[in-house]
């Protein structure tokens, strides 16, 4: 029975990963039309998140996803999109 439920989990783990993969592109693609039509942000807050989103591209780029997608929130909260 615990030989079930932890292959199960480990079944959902290994799905979820390819989710997160797809979902940096996206996440990088929101955050650069963001920076192109937004001319609020101080220069240091542009350098911040172009920081973060070139951080999240080399975690997304090395496999970790979830890095990522936390990375590029960082980047999206300072730019105000969801």
């Known amino acids: 029975m615990l030989s079930r439920i932890l292959g199960a989990a480990?079944?959902?783990a290994m799905l979820a990963t390819p989710a997160f993969a797809?979902?940096?592109?996206?996440?990088?693609?929101?955050?650069?039309a963001a920076l192109a039509s937004n001319m609020e942000l101080s220069e240091e807050q542009k350098s911040e998140v172009m920081a973060l989103r070139d951080e999240g591209e080399g975690l997304h780029n090395s496999g970790d996803h979830q890095g990522s997608v936390d990375t590029l929130a960082k980047a999206k909260e300072i730019l105000g999109i969801e």
């Open 10 to 12: 480990a079944i959902l």
């Open 22 to 32: 797809f979902q940096c592109p996206a996440e990088i693609a929101a955050i650069d």
